[in-house]
């Protein structure tokens, strides 16, 4: 699996109205699939807190800085890179998504967390992405 193109892998999964819920309110459950569809081929997963801040400098020679949290999502590590339900996941794609001006200045902070989500309330949920995802992970792997 030294070759799993990761993103293609995600894209390519029919997660159907799942995939843009998972941009919105249910990151950690889909992170938390794909953690599990990937432990269970070997491979070592890491989930991660993405926090997204808008940085204005200001005041005279810029001597001020404000700082606004823009918003904070789950996202899984895998060999160096980030990823969430879209597929790759930086500050440039990030940016990009969120159709941000070049001249505002933004940080993409990421911060080591666990697998976790709201069990009770999402557990069908997760079921139906893990399945979908492991599928899609079984065609990649017989591509190979």
Same mark, same amino acid.
């Given at each position: 699996?030294?070759?799993?193109?990761?993103?293609?892998?995600?894209?390519?999964?029919? &997660?159907?109205?799942? $995939?843009?819920?998972?941009?919105?309110?249910?990151?950690?459950?889909?992170?938390? +699939?794909?953690?599990?569809?990937?432990?269970? +081929?070997?491979?070592?997963?890491? @989930?991660? !807190?993405?926090?997204? =801040?808008? @940085?204005?400098?200001?005041?005279?020679?810029?001597?001020?800085?404000?700082?606004?949290?823009? /918003? @904070?999502?789950?996202? &899984?590590?895998?060999?160096?890179?980030?990823?969430?339900?879209?597929?790759?996941?930086?500050?440039?794609?990030?940016?990009?998504?969120?159709?941000?001006?070049?001249?505002?200045?933004?940080?993409?902070? /990421?911060?080591?967390?666990?697998? !976790?989500?709201?069990?009770? !309330?999402?557990?069908?949920? =997760? +079921? /139906?992405?893990?399945?979908? &995802?492991?599928? $899609?992970?079984?065609?990649?792997?017989?591509?190979?």
């Amino acid at each position: 699996m030294k070759t799993m193109d990761f993103h293609s892998l995600i894209k390519n999964a029919a &997660l159907g109205s799942s $995939r843009k819920d998972a941009q919105i309110d249910t990151c950690t459950v889909f992170s938390a +699939a794909l953690y599990d569809v990937l432990r269970g +081929a070997g491979l070592r997963p890491e @989930v991660y !807190d993405a926090t997204l =801040h808008q @940085v204005t400098t200001y005041g005279k020679g810029e001597s001020r800085t404000n700082i606004q949290t823009l /918003f @904070v999502h789950s996202v &899984l590590k895998i060999r160096g890179k980030y990823y969430d339900s879209l597929g790759l996941f930086n500050e440039e794609i990030v940016r990009g998504r969120m159709k941000l001006h070049k001249n505002i200045q933004s940080r993409l902070d /990421f911060k080591k967390s666990v697998r !976790d989500y709201d069990e009770k !309330d999402y557990s069908e949920l =997760h +079921a /139906f992405l893990r399945k979908a &995802l492991q599928k $899609r992970l079984s065609i990649e792997l017989a591509a190979k």
